[in-house]
């Protein structure tokens, strides 16, 4: 197991003039063990950081360390780590077993030892009695699965994850995503996960680091991310439906924004008046929608309460310690 260290690490894409930076500068220490997922929007550089680390890409600037050692000139198969894709090409003519051998037997890792770790492995991921099938005679979550037990049995001190849940729906992908869970209370090895899926990061993450546009916006345990938001693109990013972002409404000082949480506006004979637009009835709760000040603006309502209709003038008021307050020039949070 290891540590993994990024020291002002740049990404370039190109030379020269034309050159495309895409990765600016990022500082993150992870602990030995510990579970990151890196989310944000299509294009971020989440790949391309990640990539870094495996050894498939160039590192343009700065360190990356594995276990304390700098691991920029080292070749993918001297970092000790494992990566588990998206598309998880499976060799179809192979059983599963073969699948999971596969790397062992041409590391030329001895029979006994390579059978006692993919024993090992399908215990853990239940694929124990599937060993003997080919991947076209499983389902698509079992496919990820023994992917999975391919990385594991190499017994990286490093597990890199690319999107791994993304080709599967969404039952599949909540249950794998438990799986993935448990792999990683059981192994313990140091983990960095990339998604685009915000669920997914806050469910998965024990600390999180959010990049925008090449840069890492904030770094932090879900709950932190969540509750003190150190911008308004992770508050909006990270939260569904998303906080809401107030300029205009009464009481909001020049130059300030104000973020609320839709569950966190309540129904207030003082508050603000809004013009319900739209309301979505979605189970257990309803959100309702219009425009407060110039900003659509989301209030979230239990199904227990009696719901305002589309066209009803309501008045919405925060609730008092759950205000949220960004500079109007930089999006960064201001510190009460
Ligand atoms: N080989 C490449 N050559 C040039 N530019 C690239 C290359 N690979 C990626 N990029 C650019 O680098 C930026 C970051 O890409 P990257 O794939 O890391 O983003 P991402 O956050 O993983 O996005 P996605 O979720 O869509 O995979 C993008 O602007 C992309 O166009």
Redesign the pocket.
Known sequence: MASIEFKNVIKR??AGPKA?Q?IHGVNADIADGEFIVIV?P???????LLRMVAGLEEISGGTISIGGRVVNQLEPAQRDIAMVFQNYALYPHMSVFENMAYGLKIAKVPKEEIRARVDKAAAILELGHLLERTPRQLSGGQRQRVAMGRAIVRQPKVFLFDEPLSNLDAKLRAQTRLEIEKLHRELGITSLF?T?DQVEAMTLAQRMIV?NAGRMEQFGTPEEVYHHPASTFVASFIGSPPMNLLKSAEGIPEGRILGIRPEHLRLHPDGWEMRVETVEMLGAERLIYGHLGGEWTILRMNETDAPPAVGDVIRLAPLENRLHWFDAATGKRVQE
């Open positions: 894409y190109g495309n895409v944000g299509s294009g971020c550089g989440k790949s391309t990339v685009h990049m």
